[in-house]
């Protein structure tokens, strides 16, 4: 069965330094999401892509989180400058998209430790 | 800001014994969705509820959608160790032509003792 892919699995960083997260969805998935997951906590939606626009960044801390789908295939995520508060899994899932219900799958996350 | 609420937050139980876990927001969704996280793993998706009132059984799991479609609950019967995880529910809204909007909830720690 086809797989979201991530990368790194995992990534320990110093503060204000930049971190980049990289995500392949399922092959002809057209929406792609980042969510963030604090431990114990449920994931909090970042950003949506429906192909390479995005529909939904209204979670995205601008000021330092940028994420990129140009192709409308695979994605990055970066942080710039990275905080101790930034500490967590971030996960990205896709779905076919452009209509409702369809099942959105998971990637294994990408976890971020700043010190 | 649609919010998912769960509980209980944490629940130990012994094996063998029952438990639900409940799910409720004051919004209404197009579907619901019910996944299984295990410690540094991304979620995995148990069960899409769509229809108000629907039920659906996977082996020893129940999972109903509120008649509203406001509120769902997750049921295990006769629990395994193997059932140790964090539940998470989340909430699907339609966004026209941009796929679906997932909201999760605050998610439910379950341990089950031998």
């Known amino acids: 069965e086809a797989e979201v892919a991530q990368s790194p699995r995992y990534k320990i960083t110093e503060k204000s330094q930049a971190v980049a997260f990289w995500c392949d969805p399922i092959?002809?998935?057209?929406?792609l999401y980042w969510y963030r997951q604090i431990l114990g906590q449920g994931p909090e939606l970042l950003v949506q892509f429906q192909d390479e626009s995005v529909v939904d960044d209204s979670q995205l801390p601008k000021d330092r989180f940028s994420a990129e789908r140009l192709k409308g295939v695979d994605s990055t995520l970066k942080i710039q400058p990275a905080e101790l508060g930034d500490s967590a899994m971030y996960l990205c899932a896709s779905s076919r998209g452009r209509h409702s219900g369809n099942t959105i799958y998971f990637g294994e996350g990408s976890w971020l430790t700043v010190v | 800001t649609q919010l998912l609420e769960q509980s209980p937050q944490f629940l130990s139980i012994q094996e063998g014994e029952n438990l639900t876990v409940y799910c409720n927001s004051s919004s209404v969704f197009s579907s619901l969705q019910w996944y299984r996280q295990e410690p540094g793993e991304g979620p995995v998706l148990l069960v899409t509820v769509v229809t108000g009132g629907e039920v659906k059984k996977l082996k020893r799991l129940t999972f109903q959608f509120g008649d509203a479609r406001k509120d769902s609950s997750l049921h295990i019967t006769a629990a395994q160790p193997g059932d140790t995880g964090l539940y998470l529910c989340a909430g699907a809204w339609e966004k026209k032509s941009s796929g679906d909007k997932l909201t999760f909830g605050t998610g439910t720690r379950l341990a089950v003792r031998p």
């Open positions: 092959s002809g998935h057209a929406t």
